[in-house]
């Protein structure tokens, strides 16, 4: 095939094909890394068992015997799905989360195309579509595939609303978000930055109504679960509980406010022998309370520090459920993956901040993820979900390289 014919090869082409090209891609590495995410460690068995459970008719349990109300529900109930029609096959469940993969490349070119040109927005889809921690996390039954491939749909739902906020995008983007916040809680709290997002698109009385009707629909598909989670431990838990855990590691000082693995749990099993998730969870919120009081400027301090090894750490290597050992292999990859994107992406800020009135949503979006974790737990895990929008900025950046040489050549 010529230049020129790779030339006049249609962008659209080019989506498919990049698109296509990836998920084979992803589904051999899948079939040929069989041992990695395995649902017999780490979080994996923890919704490996809620499906098997449901399956058995035990209920949404962890062990069999006792309702859970640890993790959100609509990854395992994902899986329960699953098994429920094609039996259970874990690596199903893996083959699945590489059309989310796919998916994910493909909300983030339609996020992009809401701002910038069709090559940008296409660098966008390209990236996302290879970027390690994007590509890998399929191989494991972790929420990531499901939540980010959601959390990408409620950003774009979000978008076409404040483009045009008719009844049906509304209800649409609304019940895209609440199945989001039904996957990881973490996004509990997004009509209140879509609020403050709209104030600077509509004035005040029309903000109110459409984040009033948003938040309705919002809140559908969750009532259910919250109704399920009233009758069943007689406490208002909205998505479940959990946050202990984080808000505790997360700013114990003298493990500089990281998971320590076997050390971590050893200390927070001490504090909360015997106790039922609700009692656990409320007992490490306090201490967690309690600890952050006792010495405010050094928590303060970790906070600080938090918010930028949110943005600049990756893992030294895979996740195995024990404590890492440095991969200088894995390491080396993650590092040449991910830290020429951030100093694009803060690249991309600088060059397209006349236009900061159109990124509202998404600066918003970044600032809360970013915070929310620096105030609990900070993981390069956590992170995953907000690359997709760095690397638009990043793409963004080319963009700018692109045709800044372009017209310096002409």
């Known amino acids: 095939m010529t230049l020129q014919k790779i030339q006049n090869i249609s962008p659209k082409t080019w989506l ?13 590495f899948v079939l040929a890394t069989p041992n990695i995410g395995s649902p017999a460690s780490m ?32 990854y395992p109930l994902f899986i329960f799905i699953v098994y429920k029609i094609f039996g259970v096959h874990p690596m199903l469940i893996e083959l699945i989360q590489c059309f989310l993969g796919v998916g994910m490349a493909l909300l983030t070119f339609l996020i992009a195309r809401r701002f910038f040109s069709q090559t940008v927005s296409l660098i966008a889809f390209v990236v996302v579509s290879f970027f390690p921690d994007l590509f890998v996390i399929s191989t494991y039954m972790y929420t990531e595939s499901l939540f980010v491939f959601l959390f990408l749909a409620l950003i774009y739902t979000a978008l076409l609303v404040a483009e045009k906020p008719t009844f049906k995008r509304i209800v649409i983007a609304g019940i895209v978000g609440g199945l989001a916040t039904l996957t990881r809680g973490v996004t509990m709290l997004f009509p209140f930055v879509f609020f403050v997002a709209l104030l600077f698109r509509f004035n005040l009385l029309k903000t109110v109504k459409i984040v009033i009707l948003y938040s309705l629909f919002f809140v559908l598909p969750i009532i259910p679960w919250t109704i399920r989670n009233v009758k069943t431990f007689h406490t208002f838990v909205p998505i479940a509980v959990g946050t202990g855990d984080v808000l505790w590691t997360g700013n114990y000082l003298p493990f500089d406010g990281k998971y320590n693995y076997d050390k971590t749990m050893a200390l927070m099993d001490s504090m909360t022998v015997g106790m039922n998730q609700i009692d656990r969870d409320a007992k490490l919120v306090a201490e967690a309370k309690k600890n952050m009081v006792a010495e405010p400027a050094k928590t303060i301090w970790l906070m600080v520090r938090k918010f930028f090894r949110f943005w600049t750490w990756v893992y030294e290597s895979a996740p195995s459920g024990q404590k890492r050992t440095t991969s200088s292999p894995v390491k080396l990859v993650l590092e040449i993956a991910y830290y020429p994107v ?25 600032l809360y993820y970013a915070s929310l974790h620096a105030v609990m737990l900070v993981v390069p895990r956590y992170r995953i979900p907000v690359i ?12 700018w390289l692109i045709d800044h040489y372009n017209v310096r050549r002409i």
């Open 16 to 28: 498919i094909a990049v698109a296509v090209f990836t998920l084979v891609l992803r589904i051999v």
């Open 43 to 74: 979080d994996a068995g923890t919704y490996h068992s809620i499906a098997v459970n449901l399956l058995e008719g035990k209920g949404y349990s962890e062990d069999g015997q006792n309702p859970s109300i640890f993790v959100a529900p609509l």
């Open 342 to 366: 951030f100093i694009l992406f803060l690249a991309g800020l600088v060059v397209t901040r006349k236009r900061w009135k159109e990124f509202v949503l998404i600066y918003l979006l970044l």
């Open 388 to 399: 997709p929008l760095m690397v638009i900025f990043a793409a963004a950046a080319v963009g």
